[in-house]
């Protein structure tokens, strides 16, 4: 079962000063979240090296789901006010993009392992 997603915004990352690094409440294997940008309504996450895309997948996810605080304190934290169009990030070189139309898990990995064997293609 998938979880809403509450954020909280805790700092501007260093080693930018444009990544801005979210607590996440109630998650289970992820606890922060790094956002290089918010443009246009699109929120550009990076993925810790060390996660699996499952878990980021029902993050993701959960940052669709009523009740989510994720657009709202993105906007925020980058002073930045749009309607939230959605969520995009790379995750071992497969670039997904997210939105209202394919948030959930299930279409989230399908569109990574699609990304993955066309990688394998090429």
């Not at 801005?20 to 090296?49: C, L, M, N």
């Not at 995009?88 to 989230?108: A, R, W």
Request: aromatic share 12%; proline share 2%.
């Amino acid at each position: 079962m998938v979880n809403v997603t509450l954020v909280h915004f805790e700092k501007v990352c260093s080693h930018d000063n444009m990544t801005r690094e979210f607590r996440v409440e109630s998650r289970g294997k992820i606890k922060t979240i790094k956002v290089r940008s918010y443009s246009h309504g699109w929120a550009t996450i990076q993925p810790d090296p060390i996660c699996y895309i499952e878990d980021l997948a029902e993050l993701v996810e959960g940052c669709f789901l009523n009740g989510s605080n994720f657009p709202r304190e993105v906007m925020k934290a980058f002073e930045y006010n749009s309607v939230f169009e959605g969520v995009e990030f790379e995750f071992n070189g497969v670039t997904i993009k997210v939105n209202h139309k394919n948030f959930k898990k299930e279409e989230i990995m399908k569109a990574y392992w699609k990304g993955v064997k066309k990688r394998k293609k090429v």
